[in-house]
């Protein structure tokens, strides 16, 4: 199953006017299924419909936060050689949100999970695996987003804040995209989890 992206607009830039377009390079997210997932998917319909449109509910391992995106250059061969082991070696994980957050100075909201949770250990295999990759501006700190293009009221920001997901959500998958904004993703690669812990 691929992760939907759509890009029919020619730009990144939420409302805001933050230009939030990703580096040059290789992003590798996780697609979330079950219940929160489902949950998510909907919230990004009713909040913000373009973010619908343009990818499916995920968490963005590389690229954002903790590491940035992995070099272009790099081979699809070098990633399976060295991501495909820890995939196979990582059983698929559950995990729960947080309470909903706003990014610093920008209408984006999001949901976090523990950046020091259960998540944790396959970020760093993945950050020692070898790879080379490229600055990054934020510590690791996985999400899922609910809005980001939109300008929200007062009242739309408390209720998407108010809001709780206590379903739980698994990742058993991985994507690796190479992004050259404005152009959409183009997927390189999937490893399903598949390890026994």
């Given amino acids: 199953m691929s992760v939907a992206w759509d890009h029919d607009d020619d730009d990144d830039i939420p409302e805001s006017g933050t230009d939030w377009r990703r580096a040059r390079g290789i992003f590798i997210i996780a697609p979330l299924r079950g219940a929160a997932a ?6 990004q ?43 196979a070696a990582t059983a698929p ?26 998540i944790r250990p396959l970020f760093e295999r993945i950050r020692g695996s070898g790879l080379g990759f490229l600055p990054v501006r934020f510590s690791f ?25 206590p379903e739980p959500l698994v990742i ?3 994507v690796l995209s190479l992004t050259d904004d404005p152009h959409p993703p ?11 812990g």
């Avoid at 690229?63 to 990633?79: A, C, Y």
């Avoid at 996985?142 to 009221?153: K, Q, W």
């Fill in 93 to 118: 994980i559950e995990l729960t949100f947080g309470a909903p957050m706003r990014f610093m100075q920008t209408n984006i909201i999001s949901l976090p999970l523990d950046p020091n949770g259960v």
């Fill in 38 to 43: 489902e949950r998510v998917a909907r919230l």
């Fill in 141 to 165: 700190s996985p999400h899922a987003t609910l809005s980001f293009y939109p300008t929200l009221n007062r009242a739309r920001e408390r209720e998407l804040l108010a809001l709780r997901i």
């Fill in 186 to 196: 183009r997927t390189l690669l999937e490893l399903s989890l598949g390890g026994c």
């Fill in 172 to 174: 058993d998958r991985l």
């Fill in 45 to 87: 319909e009713q909040f913000d419909p373009k973010l619908a449109r343009s990818s499916t509910p995920h968490v963005t391992l590389v690229g954002s936060s903790g590491v940035g995106p992995i070099r272009p250059d790099t081979t699809v061969d070098d990633l399976r050689t060295r991501l495909e082991p820890i995939a």
